[in-house]
C-alpha cells in the first residue's frame, strides 16, 4: 500500500518493447512511434515464452504502438488480459522527438551539456524530465496494482522503465539514471532486487 490507501505491486515483472525502426536509426521516440523491427517481433515472442507458466493473469502496456504491439505477443502466449495504462508512456521528448544525438547537437547547441549538468531535472524543450516522468512512474505502478490480480507484467520503455524500478525498489536519482534495459530482457523485480529471468 502507498500513502491514501492506493496499492502499489510489490513484485512485477518488466519489459521493454521490442527493437523498433527508430531504435535501429539511434532517433528519440517520445511519445512518437515507429514499428518493430524483425528482430523486436522476435524479441517480443522471446519474452513471451519466458514469461509462459508463471501464473500472469494481467498484462499493463504503454498505450503507445510498440509497446502496444510487444504486449499484445506476450498476453496471447500466456493468455492473460491486456489493460492499457497511459502513465506507462515512455517520457515526452518534446521537440527532440525523432531526432538522432547528432541532429540535436546541430538543432540545439549546448543542449546535451546542460542535459548532462543535470540530468534528472532537465527537461526536454518541451518535454518532460526524469522528475516528472518519476511521479508518473508512480502513478502507473499505483495503476497496474489495482487492475492485476496477482503479479503484473509492465511493458514499456526503457527511460520510463529506469523510474518505474526506481519505485519498485527505492533507489535514489543516481542509481535510477544508471539502470539500463536492453531489448529482449525481461525483469523480475521486488524491492529485494532484481532477476533477469
Known amino acids: 500500500m502507498i500513502p491514501g490507501g492506493r496499492r502499489m505491486p510489490e513484485r512485477a515483472f518488466l519489459v521493454r518493447h521490442g527493437q523498433t525502426v527508430w531504435n535501429a536509426e539511434h532517433r528519440l521516440h517520445g ?4 514499428p518493430l523491427t524483425a528482430d523486436g517481433i522476435r524479441q517480443a515472442c ?21 509497446a502496444l504491439r510487444t504486449a499484445v505477443i506476450i498476453a496471447d502466449e500466456i493468455g492473460a488480459q491486456l489493460v492499457q495504462v497511459p502513465e506507462l508512456t515512455e517520457i515526452d521528448h ?3 522527438t525523432g531526432m538522432t ?14 542535459r548532462a549538468e543535470n540530468r534528472y531535472g532537465w527537461a526536454f524543450p518541451g518535454g518532460e524530465s526524469y522528475a516528472q516522468a518519476r511521479a508518473r512512474a508512480r502513478e502507473a505502478l499505483t495503476a497496474c496494482g489495482w487492475a492485476a490480480d496477482g503479479v503484473p507484467v509492465l511493458v514499456s520503455h526503457e527511460q520510463i522503465g529506469r523510474m518505474l524500478r526506481a519505485e519498485l525498489r527505492a533507489l535514489s536519482h543516481p542509481d535510477a539514471l544508471a539502470l539500463r534495459h536492453p531489448h ?3 525483469f523480475e523485480i521486488d524491492r529485494s532486487g532484481e532477476r533477469i529471468l
Open 31 to 34: 511519445r512518437q512511434d515507429s
Open 94 to 96: 518534446g521537440a527532440m
Open 46 to 66: 522471446e519474452m513471451a515464452k519466458r514469461l509462459r507458466d508463471r501464473g500472469i493473469s494481467t498484462v499493463c502496456s504503454s498505450p503507445l504502438g510498440r
Open 101 to 114: 544525438w547528432t541532429e540535436i547537437d546541430e538543432v540545439f547547441p549546448g543542449a546535451r551539456a546542460a
Open 184 to 186: 529482449g530482457v525481461v
